[in-house]
């Protein structure tokens, strides 16, 4: 099956500076990539849809320039947390459709962000 | 603005069959049911989807009612490691995004 592999799995930062997270699709080209947010014991909360060379659409209450998110290539899309502070802990994911269209996800491993 | 709607929480015995139930009762004529777990702390996985007619693979049974309005996921042969929340959810082709709503814990005991 497709893969999408996620980088860093696990980072720890301090208050303040930025940190960014790659989604990459290594086997077939992700014409659009997904970015979700989760809190413990609870659902996936999607934040933004990116399409490849175009704006990400956010979801409201999602800060686009505290998240900034670009889709460069058909394989990789970067989550960007900027000035991050210890409420932006969480853990996030991607997920990448093909261009099939078909509706399957496929997700990353997720990234769990952890600020000082 | 999830669209389906899952029990909490469920168990079940190793070895038994694991049914889990959705209900989708505003779905669209070309929205088609997914289903995806997620073990703590990793990505989700996809485990199948279907539109109308019930689907197999070699993970799971989708039995979708005639009328659509709702879903069962069964898990054959349960095992510990089945343990996992299960998402339901609805998707067409021109929706775009998807909307996880809070999934079903569940717990199989040995």
């Known amino acids: 099956g497709a893969v999408v592999s996620q980088h860093p799995s696990r980072v720890i930062c301090k208050s303040g500076t930025s940190v960014k997270i790659e989604c990459r699709s290594l086997?077939?080209?992700?014409?659009?990539m997904f970015w979700y947010r989760q809190f413990p014991k609870q659902s996936l909360m999607l934040m933004a849809t990116?399409?490849?060379?175009?704006?990400?659409?956010?979801e409201q209450g999602v800060e686009k320039d505290k998240f900034l998110i670009n889709h460069a290539s058909l394989t990789l899309s970067t989550l960007t947390v900027t000035s991050a502070h210890p409420e932006d802990s969480s853990f996030y994911i991607c997920?990448?459709?093909?261009?099939?269209?078909?509706?399957?996800?496929?997700f990353g491993e997720g990234s769990r962000l952890t600020v000082l | 603005d999830a669209k389906t709607t899952q029990p909490p929480s469920m168990d079940c015995a190793e070895g038994r069959a694991a049914n889990l139930p959705c209900n989708h009762s505003?779905?669209?004529?070309?929205?088609?049911v997914y289903w995806y777990r997620q073990i703590h702390s990793q990505g989700p996985q996809y485990i199948i989807h279907?539109?109308?007619n019930n689907e197999t693979n070699e993970m799971a049974s989708l039995i979708i009612t005639e009328d659509r309005k709702s879903s069962t996921l069964i898990l054959p042969h349960a095992t510990l490691r089945d343990t996992a929340v299960y998402y339901c959810?609805?998707?067409?082709?021109?929706?775009?995004?998807?909307?996880f709503g809070d999934g079903t814990t569940l717990t199989v005991k040995p």
């Open positions: 505003t779905i669209s004529g070309n929205e088609y």
């Open positions: 279907g539109l109308k």
């Open positions: 990116s399409n490849e060379g175009s704006k990400a659409t956010y």
């Open positions: 997920s990448a459709q093909d261009r099939t269209n078909t509706g399957e996800l496929f």
């Open positions: 959810i609805v998707w067409a082709p021109n929706a775009g995004k998807s909307t």
């Open positions: 086997d077939f080209q992700a014409t659009t």
